[in-house]
């Protein structure tokens, strides 16, 4: 029986941590663990997410990117200066799931990744072209999973548009010419990453680009020898355009998260990569937009550097570290 017929065996009711049943319209779960067996519905959204971060789980009204904010990453890494990231992140997948395939098909156990903090899903669209069975795609942004949601049903790439069952299929979204190439099943999901609705043990693997590292979290729905890829800024990164803007730079500290997470896991391997950056006014405007400099630098100096692109390219050099590791088996 394929990963996709056994949904239910991934997902946990944010509510009363019952199992969880994803389905077209409507995810329900069945309400076991709750002390009046109330099941607790939640509503897929047109574009194809699910909303599980529950009221009290908010710290804001909106919280995660905005709208404008997601807007000027899509424009940004569709424009490919981040592609030779995406590429790495995605080798280093494919090398990491290779190496323990042989294991994984051995027991008939089908693969499957959550990305944390995925955003709009440049990431996650390419890795869903690793060759896994199921990615769930996580961030507290309801905005950046709309934007995800919507490209991943262009793509046929949601999970109901997989199903097995035929009932579930929309025929009207099936593109007949992709039906050769295996597809992962996504499941868009509105969430913190501190309270992941999901069953523990049950991912193959995670991945958190530029977003929160959470070690217990993490272990807890990692598989035993699971794994954990991290992409983090490294030192040097983007250096002329933070130079421009603040009177006094602080250099990145890529390693600073590694002793919380060496009771959980064990590093095996680290990748660094360097991207020049020649920028137009359009695409460092966009870049400032994306990042947390665009509130925290003087008005001033961001209207200097955005007005010494519009006679010539902005010349920066992105600087970024892949980190992989693997789920330890006894935690110390």
Request: charged share 20%.
């Given at each position: 029986?394929?990963?996709?017929?056994?949904?239910?065996?991934?997902?946990?009711c944010p509510i009363c941590h019952s199992l969880l049943q994803p389905a077209r319209d409507t995810w329900r779960c069945d309400g076991s663990l709750h002390p009046k067996q109330t099941s607790h519905p939640f509503d897929v959204a047109r574009q194809g997410y699910v909303n599980l971060l529950p009221v009290q789980q908010k710290k804001s009204k909106a919280p995660g990117d905005s709208q404008q904010s997601i807007d000027a990453r899509k424009r940004f890494l569709d424009a490919g200066y981040y592609q030779p990231l995406q590429t790495l992140i995605c080798q280093q997948m494919t090398q990491l799931l290779a190496e323990n395939r042989a294991a994984i098909e051995e027991d008939a156990q089908p693969i499957r990744w959550l990305d944390i903090g995925c955003g709009e899903g440049y990431y996650t669209q390419a890795m869903a072209q690793t060759g896994l069975d199921t990615l769930i795609a996580a961030d507290i942004s309801k905005p950046a999973l709309a934007s995800l949601a919507k490209v991943s049903k262009a793509a046929n790439y949601l999970w109901y548009q997989q199903s097995t069952d035929t009932k579930q299929i929309d025929t009207k979204q099936i593109d007949t010419k992709q039906t050769d190439t295996k597809k992962a099943a996504i499941y868009p999901v509105v969430t913190s990453a501190a309270h992941l609705p999901l069953r523990p043990y049950s991912m193959t693997g995670i991945s958190s680009i530029f977003s929160p590292i959470l070690p217990e979290a993490f272990a807890a729905v990692l598989q035993d020898e699971g794994?954990?890829?991290?992409?983090?800024?490294?030192?040097?990164?983007?250096?002329?355009?933070?130079e421009a803007l603040f009177d006094s730079v602080r250099e990145h500290d890529s390693d600073k998260f590694l002793p919380a997470l060496a009771p959980y896991f064990e590093l095996i391997d680290t990748h660094n990569i360097s991207v020049s950056l020649s920028l137009p006014v359009e695409a460092l405007t966009d870049l400032l937009t994306m990042t947390p400099y665009a509130y925290r630098a003087h008005t001033e100096s961001r209207r200097i550097l955005l007005a010494s692109a519009e006679t010539k390219p902005f010349i920066t050099e992105a600087k970024f570290v892949v980190y992989a590791l693997k789920k330890r088996t006894t935690l110390s």
């Open positions: 029986m394929s990963d996709l017929e056994l949904p239910v065996s991934l997902f946990t794994y954990l890829l991290i992409a983090k800024p490294d030192a040097g990164h983007l250096a002329s355009m933070r």
